[in-house]
C-alpha cells in the first residue's frame, strides 16, 4: 500500500481522538491529506522584535524576554492568567483564559524565553494572548526555522489543542516518518523544461521552509502540480467526451435558416456573429457533440446567435430549448424570439414556475409530439415531466455555471445527448474560462454591434440629487426612458424594501403624474404583475422604471437611455456592468449614473473608479476577481467554484496558462500517457480518478 494513504491516527502524536478531530474540522484523513493541508501564509521567525517596538498593529511577532512573574487577575467571568516578559526596553503581557494550571506549571520564572503570537492593543498597550513559548535554551537547539508556515485553523482546534505549534509538529513527525515516499508525479521531461524541483523537496520546503528562496521554488512546483493536473482532467474530459459522443449531425442548411437570413434579419450581423455562427456549425455538422461556451459582452447581440443556431437545430428535424436563469428573462427571450419568428411558421412555447396547469398541459403535449420547435423557460425546463420529441440543441443562458447535475439533465432529454451551448451574461475572466470551464470549446464575441455610442458613465454623491433629477427630466422630455435600481441583497431584504418604496415615494413627488408615468418591478410582487408594468415600460407607456435587480439580466429596451443605479457602492462590479448594459441599446446617447453615499471604502471606490474608466466588459472582469476572488465571483450556489489547495486563480494566472499549455502539449504527443517517461503522471492521473473526478474541484 500506498504509505501516504496511511490513516493518520497512526501518526505519532495523534491518536484516535485528534483525528477525529482533524477529520471533522479540516477533512484530514490520511497522511497524504495532511501533506496537502498547506500553510495559507509564512511569518519570518528569523526577526525578533524588541518590546518597546513591536509593530502597532494586530500582526504574530516573536519576542524574546525573560519570564519575571505571573498572576491570576479576576475578570467578570472566571479569571485570566497574566504572566509579565521583559526584555531591556520593557514589560510585554502574556495572557492566558483558559488552561491556566497547565500553562502555569511549565512557567520557570527567570528564565529566558522565546514567546510567539498575535499582538493585541488596547488603550495603546500590546499584549499576547495565548502565545506559545518556549524556554530560549530548547529554541537555540531546535531547528533554526527561519519562516513559519501558518495553517487555517479553527477555534474548535485551538480549545482542543489542536495549535500552529501541534500541526507543525505533527506535520514534522510525518515528514520524518514518511522520508521520501512521496511519488514524483511530473515527467523528467516537464522538469527539466521548467526548471521544477522535486515533488519530494517541494512538499518538504512548503512545510518546513529552509529560506524564502527555496519556498518559492517549492510554491512554484506544487501550484504547478495543481494546475496542471485540473487541466489535464479538464482537456481529457473534452478530448472524452468528443470520441464517445457522437453528436447528431445537422449538415442541412435547410430553409428555415436561409429564409431568415436573406428575409428577416433585423440587422447585418457584425463580423464577430457571423465567425461564432460558423464556429458552431462546424461543430453540429461534423458529428460530435458540441459544448461550447460562448461569451460576449453585455449588448454585443448573443442572442441572434443563439436564434441562428436554433434554426439550424430545427432546418435538420429537431427542436430547441432556451433555458434562461430568470423568470424575466425567459420571457424577454420568448417575446423577442417570437417576434423574430413572427414570419415564420415555427411554435414557439414559453415554460417557466408560474405557467399554470391549464396552459401547461397542451405545451407539454405538443413538446412531446414534436408540434413545439422551440421551448423557452427557466428551471422549469428540468422536470422530469418535460418531455421532448427530439431535442436537438439546449443553450443555457446562464449568470452562473449551472449543476452538473442539472446539466445532465438536460443531457438525458434526448436518447443522445443534444448540442450544448452556454451563454454567460458577462465575460468572465480568462483563468475562471480555462479552469471553471475548461471543458468547453469557447468562442468569443469581441465585437458591438456599430454605431453603438459608448455609455456615459459618471459617479455622483447623494446630495447632487436634485441636479440629477433635473437631468433626468431633460431627457425624458427628448422622449427617453429611464431606469432606477435599487440594490436588493438578501440579508438586508427588508431595509432594501423600504429604501425601495421610500425611493419610489420621492421619485413620484419629483415626476408628478400626468405628466410623468412610473413603473415598479420587485421580487415581491406577483408575476403577472411584474409582467404588466414591464409591459407598460416596454410600451413606453411610463418613462421610469423604478426597480430591484431584477432587471438586471437581458432586459432589452433601446429607448431607455439613462441608468440610475441608487447606493451603487452596494454592488458588485460585474451587476454593475450588466445593469449599465441595459442601456445604449438604441441610438442615442446613454448615460449611467452611479448614486452613492459620502462615505466610500477603498474597494467599492475602486468599483466605481473601473466603472466611469472603461466600458469593456472583459476588462471589467478581470478587475472583478481581483478585488473579490474567484469564489465569491461566482456566486455561492450551483457555481463552478475551483477549490484549489495551493494556487490562486488571481496570483497565479500566469502559471495556469502555463500549465493548460503544457498538458495540451501532453495530450497530443501521449494522450493515453502511455510513454515510459510519463509514467509518473499517469500514475498520478489515474489516482485523481481519471477526468471523471474533476467535478470533485468544481462545487
Ligand atoms: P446580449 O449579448 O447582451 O444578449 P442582445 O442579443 O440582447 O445582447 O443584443 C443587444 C441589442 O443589440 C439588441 O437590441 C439586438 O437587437 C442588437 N443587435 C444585436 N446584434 C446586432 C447587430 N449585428 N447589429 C445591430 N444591432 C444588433
Ligand atoms: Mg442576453
Redesign the pocket.
Known amino acids: 500500500m500506498d504509505p501516504l494513504q496511511t490513516h493518520i491516527t497512526y501518526l505519532k502524536g495523534v491518536g484516535p481522538n485528534r483525528a477525529q478531530l482533524l477529520q471533522s474540522a479540516l477533512g484530514i484523513k490520511t497522511y497524504q491529506d495532511l501533506l496537502h493541508f498547506f500553510p495559507h501564509r509564512y511569518v519570518d521567525r528569523s526577526q525578533f522584535y524588541k518590546i518597546n517596538a513591536l509593530p502597532n498593529n494586530s500582526v504574530e511577532v516573536q519576542v524574546t524576554g525573560t519570564l519575571i512573574d505571573w498572576e491570576l487577575i479576576p475578570q467578570k467571568r472566571g479569571k485570566r492568567l497574566v504572566a509579565y516578559l521583559e526584555d531591556d526596553t520593557g514589560t510585554l503581557e502574556l495572557v492566558w483564559f483558559r488552561g491556566h494550571k497547565w500553562v502555569a506549571q511549565q512557567f520557570k520564572r527567570g528564565a529566558a524565553y522565546v514567546v510567539f503570537g498575535r499582538l493585541n492593543w488596547f488603550n495603546r498597550k500590546a499584549s499576547m494572548p495565548h502565545p506559545e513559548l518556549e524556554l530560549l535554551e530548547t529554541f537555540q537547539q531546535g531547528p533554526k526555522i527561519v519562516l513559519k508556515g501558518i495553517y487555517p485553523s479553527t477555534e474548535e482546534l485551538v480549545n482542543k489543542g489542536v495549535s500552529q505549534k501541534v500541526i507543525g509538529k505533527m506535520l514534522r513527525n510525518l515528514l520524518d516518518t514518511v522520508g521520501d515516499a512521496f511519488k514524483e508525479t511530473l515527467s523528467p521531461q516537464l522538469l527539466s523544461n521548467l526548471g521544477l524541483i522535486s515533488r519530494s523537496d517541494a512538499l518538504r520546503e512548503v512545510h518546513l521552509p529552509t529560506s524564502q528562496n527555496a519556498l518559492a521554488k517549492a510554491l512554484h512546483r506544487l501550484k504547478f502540480e495543481e494546475f496542471f493536473f485540473i487541466q489535464l482532467q479538464l482537456l481529457k474530459k473534452k478530448l472524452h467526451h468528443k470520441q464517445k459522443f457522437k453528436g447528431f449531425v445537422f449538415d442541412t442548411v435547410g430553409t428555415t435558416f436561409n429564409n431568415f437570413y436573406k428575409n428577416s434579419l ?5 463580423g464577430a ?1 457571423k465567425r461564432v455562427i460558423k464556429e458552431i456549425r462546424r461543430d453540429m455538422g461534423t458529428g460530435m457533440q458540441m459544448n461550447r461556451l460562448l461569451q ?9 446567435v443563439a436564434l441562428m443556431t436554433i434554426l439550424i437545430a430545427i432546418d435538420n428535424g429537431f427542436q430547441a430549448c432556451l433555458m434562461a436563469p430568470t423568470e424575466i428573462l425567459a420571457q424577454q427571450h420568448y417575446q ?1 424570439l417570437k417576434e423574430l419568428l413572427a414570419s415564420t411558421s415555427l411554435e414557439v412555447g414559453l415554460l417557466t414556475g408560474s405557467v399554470k396547469k391549464r396552459e401547461r398541459q397542451p405545451l407539454l403535449e405538443a413538446l412531446q409530439s414534436g408540434e413545439l420547435h422551440l421551448l423557452i423557460g427557466t428551471h422549469a425546463l428540468l422536470e422530469d415531466a418535460v418531455v421532448f420529441h427530439n431535442l436537438g440543441v439546449a443553450i443555457i443562458d446562464e449568470q452562473h455555471r449551472f449543476g452538473v447535475a442539472q446539466r445532465a439533465k438536460l443531457w438525458k432529454k434526448n436518447t443522445r445527448p443534444p448540442h450544448v451551448l452556454v ?1 454567460t451574461a458577462t465575460p468572465i475572466p480568462r483563468t475562471l474560462a480555462m479552469s471553471v470551464y475548461g471543458d468547453l470549446d469557447s468562442s468569443v ?1 469581441d465585437e458591438l ?3 453603438r455610442k459608448p455609455v456615459k458613465t459618471v459617479h455622483r454623491f447623494d446630495n447632487n440629487r436634485l441636479k440629477v433629477f433635473q437631468f433626468l427630466r431633460e431627457e425624458i422630455k427628448k422622449g427617453r426612458q429611464v431606469y432606477i435600481v435599487y440594490p436588493l441583497i438578501q440579508e438586508s431584504a427588508k431595509m432594501d424594501y423600504k429604501d425601495l418604496m421610500d425611493g419610489y415615494e420621492s421619485i413620484a413627488r419629483d415626476f408628478p403624474q400626468p405628466n410623468y408615468q412610473i413603473s415598479i418591478v420587485h421580487g415581491q410582487m406577483r408575476p403577472e404583475d411584474k409582467a404588466l408594468e414591464m409591459e407598460r415600460f416596454v410600451q413606453g407607456k411610463t418613462q421610469i422604471m423604478v426597480a430591484t435587480t431584477v432587471i438586471e439580466v ?1 432586459v ?1 429596451i ?1 429607448n431607455a437611455s439613462v441608468m440610475v443605479i441608487e447606493s451603487a457602492e452596494r454592488f458588485g462590479l460585474s451587476q454593475l456592468h450588466q445593469l449599465r ?1 441595459r442601456v445604449g ?1 438604441g441610438n442615442d446617447q446613454s448615460y449611467c449614473i452611479l448614486m452613492s453615499g459620502a462615505k466610500l471604502s477603498e474597494e467599492a471606490k475602486t468599483r466605481l473608479h473601473t466603472m466611469v474608466r472603461t466600458n469593456d466588459g472583459f476588462e471589467i472582469a478581470e478587475v472583478d476577481l481581483k478585488l473579490r476572488g474567484p469564489g465569491d465571483l461566482m456566486g455561492t450556489q450551483q457555481s463552478g467554484v475551483l477549490q484549489l489547495k495551493i494556487a490562486d486563480l488571481v496570483k497565479d494566472q500566469k502559471l495556469l496558462q502555463l500549465a493548460r499549455s503544457w498538458a495540451q502539449q501532453l495530450l497530443k504527443e501521449d494522450p493515453d500517457f502511455q510513454q515510459p517517461d510519463n509514467a509518473p503522471i499517469r500514475n498520478a492521473y489515474a489516482a485523481l480518478g481519471g477526468y471523471k473526478n474533476i467535478w470533485n474541484y468544481i462545487s
Do not use: E
Open positions: 433585423p440587422f447585418p450581423l457584425t456573429q460576449g459582452d453585455v449588448g454585443a447581440g448573443k442572442t441572434i423577442a451563454m464575441i454591434p456599430p454605431g437581458g432589452n433601446p448594459g441599446r
